[in-house]
């Protein structure tokens, strides 16, 4: 008998290089505009329920999104809850099966990111060093210190509409936040 596939989709969100992000912050930003409720009771304000207005808070895309409000359990991994990760001592590069081919900055060339040394890509083609901090991702995988992962969310199923944004860029001296999707295995 085979394992089924057990795959997470995530939708991540993530402040911008260099700002100082503090869970609690986060957490009373989140709160004040309803987009998480609760925590659950084990997590130490790390893991929540959804607000009663999270789904103003995201613009859904497509004639038929679904998103699972249940609870764990029911709905297996893919019920929506919003989890803090971080902040990290390290900076982590975050990418799941769905990441895109890379576009080089130096010779404008596709590659899969592999090659990656020090907090660095190094090209394939032109071999020239890119930090991961100034890589275009695609929307597929991001890298940094603090992210926000909206369990149950599919690729480019839900963008994060304007007041999340504004709350959020609140936290980051007005700068905004990036945004990216995540299909693999739960992390």
Known sequence: MST??????????????GAQIL???VVKTLRGIDFIGNSYP????????????????????GCSPALALGEPGINGDQYCHIELLGPLQQPQLILGQNRKPMVCPHCHQRSRPHEIVAQQWHCPHCRQATPL????????????????????????????GDALRKGLSSLSEGEPWRYFYYRGAPF
């Open 133 to 160: 901090s100034a890589i275009n991702w695609r929307k597929s995988g991001g890298y940094g210190h603090f992210f926000i992962k909206v369990w149950g969310i599919f690729e480019s199923e839900a963008v994060p």
């Open 42 to 61: 084990e997590s130490d304000e790390r893991d929540f329920h959804p607000g009663t207005k999270l789904m103003h808070h995201l613009t859904f895309l």
């Open 23 to 25: 869970p609690a912050d």
């Open 4 to 17: 089924p596939d057990i795959s997470a989709n995530i939708l991540i969100l993530s402040p911008p290089e």
